[in-house]
């Protein structure tokens, strides 16, 4: 089964860029979307296939994809951004939605 | 506004069901597809599958296959997850969310979610 490596952690200072990645074999060709949970919250769309923003997400907030990973940056990192973050995507050749197990942002 | 509210929590015994359910407002409701994850006590979302609200058409994970249904009532805009035979490590909470597909296409994705409904399964 198709399977999305996350790493458990990152950490970033307050105003800096944090770059989170999504490993998966050959993520490029697949649309990958990324949520955002807060504690005691439920998920929330940041940013859907790779790269495109849902109303109301700011601009601080982008993806990319290309070849085995795929990366959402956060610019000028906030208290507010301390989150979980999953990657998702939907394997086509198993018709399944498979997650990423999330990484922890922290600030530091 | 897009707004899915869930059930409120349940505490089962081992071997129980549980039916959660979802009510969605604000979208045509049978437009879309209902999904359903769940989140294991400080572990990450696990999909469990969806169903087409337009025609019932259902996709389960395969290790739910034989445990669990999911359906819909148009009439209401209400979906609901049935979870047969539970084990103390399907405590979790469980989120409905909107499932988006393209026009002739597989549901992919999912926008808006439920607020969770916390299962919690003992012996």
């Known amino acids: 089964s198709y399977v999305l490596t996350q790493p458990p952690s990152e950490s970033v200072a307050p105003g800096q860029t944090a770059r989170i990645t999504c490993g998966g074999d050959n993520v490029g060709s697949k649309s990958v979307n990324w949520f955002q949970q807060k504690p005691g919250q439920a998920p929330l769309l940041i940013v859907y296939?790779?790269?495109n923003r849902p109303s109301g997400i700011p601009e601080r907030f982008s993806g990319s994809n290309s070849g085995n990973t795929a990366t959402l940056a956060i610019s000028r990192v906030e208290a507010g951004d301390e989150a979980d973050y999953y990657c998702?995507?939907?394997?086509?050749?198993?018709?399944?939605?498979?997650f990423g197990g999330g990484t922890k942002l922290t600030l530091l | 506004q897009v707004h899915l509210v869930q059930s409120g929590a349940e505490v089962k015994k081992t071997g129980a069901s549980v039916k959660v359910s979802c009510r969605g407002s604000g979208y045509d409701f049978s437009w879309f597809g209902i999904a359903w994850v769940r989140q294991a006590p400080g572990q990450g979302l696990e999909w469990m599958g969806w169903?087409?609200?337009?025609?019932?058409?259902?996709n389960y994970a395969q290790r739910f296959q034989d445990r669990v249904t999911m359906t819909t009532d148009t009439s209401t805009n209400t979906a609901v997850m049935e979870l047969r035979s539970l084990r103390s490590d399907d405590t979790a909470v469980y989120y409905c969310?909107?499932?988006?597909?393209?026009?002739?296409?597989?549901?992919?994705?999912?926008?808006?979610w439920g607020q969770g409904t916390l299962v919690t399964v003992s012996s």
């Open positions: 169903i087409s609200a337009y025609d019932g058409q259902t």
């Open positions: 998702q995507v939907w394997d086509r050749k198993s018709d399944l939605w498979v």
């Open positions: 296939d790779d790269v």
């Open positions: 969310a909107r499932a988006l597909r393209p026009i002739s296409g597989r549901y992919r994705s999912a926008d808006f």
